[in-house]
């Protein structure tokens, strides 16, 4: 009886928690595709559409070091996501985001929209390289709701 009831227990904690381990914990080692910005600071103001299976734009080029203000406009018909890291880790979370489609992200590098609203991200890219965006929610990015951030 003990160790159904120690076995449930365990159970329920995997369960509880296991929406937390899809996502990165960044901590001191940081962000892939660099690090949250300052709000206080200056910044170039870069509008994303988001809608049935696309971003406005789809390509953006920034300057390494560079500050960017994200204004996320979800103008589709169902909630969508934007959430910047490399494609190796949004393919990750994506397979994830397929066991637990209602994932919520507290991260400062993604935001979940429902339809007609606005959130902004403010992002500096510390690193060279081609970044990804992506809408996690199941199937949104097999049906290719990516975008690319090319970092000079």
């Not at 365990?10 to 509880?16: G, H, N, P, S």
């Not at 559409?49 to 971003?55: A, D, R």
């Not at 734009?57 to 969508?80: C, M, S, W, Y």
Request: glycine fraction near 8%.
């Amino acid at each position: 009886m003990k160790i159904s009831i120690a076995i449930g227990a365990l159970t329920a904690a995997l369960i509880a928690t296991a929406p937390a381990l899809g996502h990165e914990h960044h901590g001191a080692h940081g962000y892939s595709a660099g690090e949250p910005g300052d709000p206080k600071q200056p910044a170039r103001t870069i509008e994303v559409l988001l809608s049935e299976m696309e971003f406005t734009p789809a390509r953006i080029e920034v300057k390494r070091g560079e500050q960017i203000r994200f204004v996320l406009r979800n103008t589709g018909k169902e909630d969508h996501e934007f959430l910047l890291a490399t494609t190796e880790e949004n393919l990750k979370h994506a397979a994830v985001m397929k066991k637990f489609p209602n994932m919520e992200h507290d991260e400062p590098n993604g935001v979940r929209l429902a339809p007609n609203k606005t959130a902004e991200i403010v992002w500096k890219f510390t690193k060279a390289g081609t970044f990804e965006y992506s809408c996690l929610i199941p199937d949104h990015r097999d049906y290719g709701m990516t975008g690319h951030v090319t970092v000079k």
